[in-house]
């Protein structure tokens, strides 16, 4: 019965709450326990990066500085017999940090930076393991986890060989989250928060029976805890709601980690390395079928609306296709979608590639561009024929314009677009409303 366990980066943060993992991992017996960088630790990599690439040596120095304390804490508090062993390893990082920040060249040394935070946690983790007497062999993410051109991982190859080098029955598995070898053999990684994806990918690549993912808060919130008052988490939801959730802005997981896990039937629990007696939150094939009833709600900002007015499309076939493959051509993903007869309006979390867009859009119609939107998103069990779920949500938002609504793509969900200067106000709502 094998499980993965995914630690955050609080979760890492420092040597006592390493201890709190470590116990955990033995009393959950984890077969793999994979492991985010120290909390800190990627933003300051990417501040490195970012420094390396304008030539601002100091910048890079003071942070590395400020790394170099966080980590001889951990070590200094952590470990008895490698702490030399761990030192060196640090130091090892520090002048690879060093070396691709001198010779910064685009994105390879950016990765090679980025990728030290996990390389270390998991290494000094080990050790720890280790000096307590357990069987912990650390292995190496970017052997296993692959991405071709396109970026997505090689499951098939994951597979085949993580099945190999777990093989030892009596061994704990310690690796990375987040980093991987590219198409072209380089190190690279899978995306900010991408720890719980590799998580997912390896619970899948080794059938395991659970996926842990291990945060500092008690599970899924039914509402965004950092801006609404009275919420509570939640014990149980379906991998559908969760990954409206996750991807329409719940923080506690990333929405990649869903699919994987589904595939395969594998239940996802989040859990509160601080309280690990809590229950958290169980994400699992079981539906609950409560008529009425709204599970919980997120919001993701940053959402770009674009509206594609056209006489051309009144009675047109074939007018959404064109539009779509504009879109499809700039590899710029569409979250919520409305039409009317003779306009069209799409959203985009990824306004990296919008110039090109609409300039191509242009050809189609007038356009009409707004940002600094959110996605307000609410799931349960939203069946069709019950009456008056709708309503009642728009009812317990009266006061505020919304500029989009979808509804009926699923049973699962209703989505609301909406300035995201009412956001806090409209969570508060719908939570003081609904729940
Ligand atoms: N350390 C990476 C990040 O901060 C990956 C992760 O924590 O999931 O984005
Ligand atoms: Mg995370």
């Known amino acids: 019965m094998s499980k993965v366990l995914k630690f955050g980066g609080t979760s890492v943060g420092s040597a006592e709450n390493m201890k709190k993992v470590a116990q955990i991992v033995l009393q ?76 910064y060249q685009d994105y390879k040394s950016e990765r090679v930076i980025i990728s030290q935070g996990e390389l270390l946690t998991s290494a000094i983790f080990t050790m720890y393991l280790k000096e307590q007497g357990v069987n912990a062999i650390l292995l190496n993410a970017p052997d296993f986890v692959v991405t071709n051109e396109d970026g997505k991982v090689d499951t098939c190859g994951l597979k085949e060989k993580l099945v190999q080098l777990v093989s030892d029955k009596n061994a704990t598995y310690v690796t990375q989250g987040f980093i991987c070898t590219n198409y072209k053999g380089d190190i690279d990684n899978l995306g900010r928060g991408g720890s719980d994806y590799s998580a997912a990918l390896m619970g899948a690549a080794i059938e395991a029976k659970e996926v842990q993912i291990w945060t500092d808060i008690d599970g899924m919130h039914n509402n965004d805890p950092r801006f609404v008052e009275n919420t509570h988490p939640i014990r149980h939801m379906s991998f559908d709601e969760a990954a409206e959730l996750a991807y329409f802005g719940a923080k506690i997981i990333h929405p990649a980690t869903i699919a994987p896990c589904k595939e395969h039937g594998i239940p996802v629990l989040l859990k509160n390395t601080m309280d690990p007696a809590a229950p958290g939150t169980t994400i699992s094939n079981r539906e609950d079928n409560e008529a009425n009833s709204f599970h919980a709600v997120a919001a993701k900002d940053g959402i770009t609306v674009i509206r594609i007015h056209s006489a051309r ?31 069209v309006s799409l959203t ?54 919304i500029k989009m609504i979808s509804y009926g793509a699923s049973h699962r969900s209703l989505a609301m677009l909406i300035n995201t200067k009412d956001k806090q106000h409209t969570l508060q709502s719908l939570n003081d409303k609904l729940f």
């Open 313 to 343: 499309m009144l009675m047109a076939y074939g007018f959404l296709r064109k539009v779509f493959e504009i879109f499809e051509e700039h590899k710029t993903p569409i979250d919520m979608i409305t039409t009317s007869e003779v306009s």
């Open 28 to 103: 959950e017996k984890a077969t793999i326990t994979v492991l985010s960088a120290m909390s800190g630790t990627t933003d300051a990599l990417v501040k490195i990066s970012a420094s390396a690439k304008s030539g601002d040596k100091a910048q890079i120095e003071e942070l590395l500085t400020m790394l170099s304390d966080k980590y001889t804490t951990c070590i200094d508090g952590l470990l008895e017999n490698s702490v030399s062993e761990a030192k060196a390893k640090m130091n090892g990082a520090f002048e690879t940090i060093r070396n691709a920040s001198a010779n």
């Open 348 to 401: 985009v979390d990824n306004p990296e590639h919008l110039d090109k867009i609409e300039k191509e859009l242009c050809e189609l119609g007038n356009i009409e561009i707004e940002r600094d939107n959110s996605i307000v998103c609410i799931v349960g069990h939203l069946d069709h024929k019950d009456v008056g779920l709708a309503a009642k949500v728009l009812d317990s938002i009266k006061d505020i314009p």
